[in-house]
């Protein structure tokens, strides 16, 4: 952040994360937040292809399923739905160690993805978290028909990133981590930044 002197002064947290289902904004609000606070942005769609570059199927399987198995993504929702808690579980000690190295190095980030989830808060950390959830279908699926129009209407996969968007929410609000509804568009980054005082600070481990 920019102080009033011109100065540039850390944010009283070292990692911000913002997560959620696919579709619901993350994106867009991690890159505004970015320029908020005058930090970069991770995202971790870059540590899945990182981990997929240096690893084989053998070793993680479910991080490498939808290339092996691609089929996988076509089954019933509620399946793909488990396909992506379990590929969150496999990048959770990915995620942690680049949390905690942000946090060893005094480096403020946000952490922006679909693969990452909730853990209980504890009171004080240097590690905050907030999740954006989505719940109505034809929004989602409005949402991918302007993000990527070549692809035409994508039904099957927002009612997908709906399921699992209630699941993370479900998860988040059990941790107390705020949830934020993405509409009203207008101020939703303002919402999201509130949203991050003292209710959204959360416990290093990001481990289910």
């Keep these: ?11 009283d947290w070292r990692v911000l994360v913002v997560g959620g289902a696919s579709g619901m904004g993350k994106t867009g609000v991690a890159r505004a ?19 997929l570059a240096v690893t ?30 379990a590929i969150a579980r496999s ?3 990915a995620i942690e160690a680049v949390v905690a190295n942000h946090v060893d190095t005094d480096t403020p980030v946000i952490l922006e993805g679909d693969y990452v989830l909730p853990v209980p808060t504890t009171p004080g950390g240097l590690v905050r978290s907030v999740f954006l959830h989505e719940d109505d279908e034809a ?29 993370l929410a479900e998860r988040a609000r059990s941790a107390g981590v705020p949830v934020v509804a993405p509409r009203p568009w207008d101020d939703l980054v303002a919402r999201v930044a509130e949203a991050v005082g003292d209710a959204g600070r959360c416990r290093l481990s990001l481990r289910d």
Aim: no cysteine.
């Design 91 to 93: 990048l959770a000690p």
């Design 1 to 11: 952040m920019i102080g009033t002197d011109g100065t540039r002064g850390l944010p």
């Design 139 to 167: 929004q989602v699926a409005a949402n991918y028909l302007r993000r990527e129009p070549e692809a035409g209407p994508q039904p099957h996969r927002a009612r997908v990133s709906v399921l699992y968007g209630r699941r």
């Design 33 to 51: 937040l970015a320029r908020r606070y005058d930090v970069p942005v991770v995202e971790v769609d870059d540590i899945v292809e990182a981990l």
């Design 56 to 85: 084989r199927p053998e070793h993680l399987p479910e991080v490498h399923i939808w290339r092996t198995h691609p089929e996988a993504a076509r089954q019933a929702p509620e399946s793909v739905v488990e396909r992506q808690i």
